[in-house]
């Protein structure tokens, strides 16, 4: 063995482990807790209890690149270990979805995806609906992870070089084996208090430091409809997970054999990991991780939107049949979070092409269908109308309200980016979307509830496409904690829209601190 992967060898502090996530969590702090504590022989015990499966990959794969890893990190629903107690599913989803990218300048990104996103599943014919697409949380029960992966490398273009999966039953587990855990709960961001109690995943709490047993933290995690906002249920996982990873690698449990070797039992026993990933890839893995510096980590969400009626959706919920409530990437933005993220000289599958046909033309040369208010705020629509027809723009400019959401977007037909980039240039904060469906009936204008009023009323425009409002948060990690009320995630979403699914509206918005949420 290389003397740099010898386990034996003293390590530096891994303040890195404090910040991954529930899969990461699992195998990590494990790989710390051994290394550090234990030595060669537990990591040995450690490394045998997890179970290894050929997860064979078919098809065309895209390029990696030379000194860079991406590794998918995957928490599922599955009830095997549980007896039972949390109830019966028809076949195994995904709670959490991240792909870690470990780049070669010694940084790392965690790209999270929303469970509720839309996505074309790859390969086409595991998919039941007719055009072709799921839920990312349910791809994996319709294509097993062969088809999670490359429905992932499809949409990102990302090659996925590793998996590593865990179950309910290790996430409970190994919440019991360090003790348990102290999450915070705030209100709602409407001051309301539903989230205290969900009847679906049984959770119970009070506002303020909640101390979570294995079962109770299961129900923290998994909480959806008492919260009314997808969001809300990430930002909830992040805190309790960024807590669990503070209380494992603690005095606490470092200074305890008897702790510490639960855990790894705990770990171990729940991982599901690809062959590939043997012993010497899980201790490189492990070395590569606690080689990160302080600030050397990033979490970003990917950026996503309420389902629109120009994206087939039928009500003000983003129902789109069969699919149910769903969230659509938002296309630009996907596009900026995987450029750095890609092997140099490649563009983001989902990038807008180049429009050779220039940056703008007249106002009279473009034709606006439609002006949908989303911001909540009553006779915007109106008012942005009569703006638009001041300034010459043309079309019918009828005018409705749908649910809210943040950016406001501009929704072209294929062929009119060029008239989309104008209108943009008038609506400061405005985001081109192509959407395909459309035909040559004029452009579409969702106002969200970061629309200031046109760039007309307040002087020359100074924006001409995609502005930072509809870009995804980037949080840089803390270098340490020091106890609940840190700050230790990241502000996931702010500057994407939201989907509101009860009865918190899609327009709320969502908290940026997750030391303490909902």
Known sequence: MPPELDPRRPRRHRSFLRR????????LSALVLTLSSLGWAAYRHFDGAITRVDWNIDGARPAGAAGEQNILLLGDDSREGTGGEYGVVD????????????????????????????????????AVSRDGRAKLTEVLQLADVPGLVTTLESLTGLKIDHTISINLAGFRTMTEAVGGVTVCVTPLPDGSTRNLHDTMSGWNGHLGQNRLNGEQALAFVRTRYALGDERLR????????????VTATGAGVLTNPAKITALLGAVGGALRVDQGLDQTALLTLAKRASGLSAGGVHFVTVPTRVALPTDGAVDGMGTIPP?????????????????????????????????????TVGPADVSVAAVR??????????????????????????????????????????????????LAAQLPGGLPVEDPARTGDGLVVVLGTAFAGLAAATG????????????????????STTGPASTTGPATMTGTAARGTGAVGAATPVPADTSCTP
């Open 20 to 27: 991954l996530s529930l899969t990461a969590t699992g195998l």
């Open 91 to 126: 076949g195994v989803r995904s709670d959490t979805t991240i792909i870690a990218h470990f780049a070669r300048d010694g940084s790392a990104t965690l790209l999270s995806f929303p469970r509720d996103m839309l996505v074309p599943v790859v390969p086409p014919e595991r």
């Open 234 to 245: 990430v930002l909830r996982q992040q805190q309790f997970l960024a807590k669990l990873l």
């Open 323 to 359: 699919h149910g409530a769903v969230l659509v990437a938002d296309q630009a933005g996907l596009a900026r979070v995987l450029a750095p993220l890609r092997p140099a000289g490649t563009a983001p599958p989902a990038a807008t092409p180049p429009d050779p046909a220039g940056t």
């Open 373 to 422: 208010n989303a911001s909540g705020r009553t006779g915007l629509a109106a008012a942005t109308v009569d703006a638009l027809r001041s300034l010459g723009f043309t079309g019918a400019m009828t005018t409705a309200t749908t649910t809210g959401q943040e950016p406001t977007e501009i929704h072209y037909p294929p062929g009119q980016q060029t008239a989309a980039r104008t």
């Open 460 to 479: 020359p425009a100074t924006t001409t496409g995609a502005a930072t409002t509809t870009g995804p948060a980037t949080t840089t990690v803390p270098a």
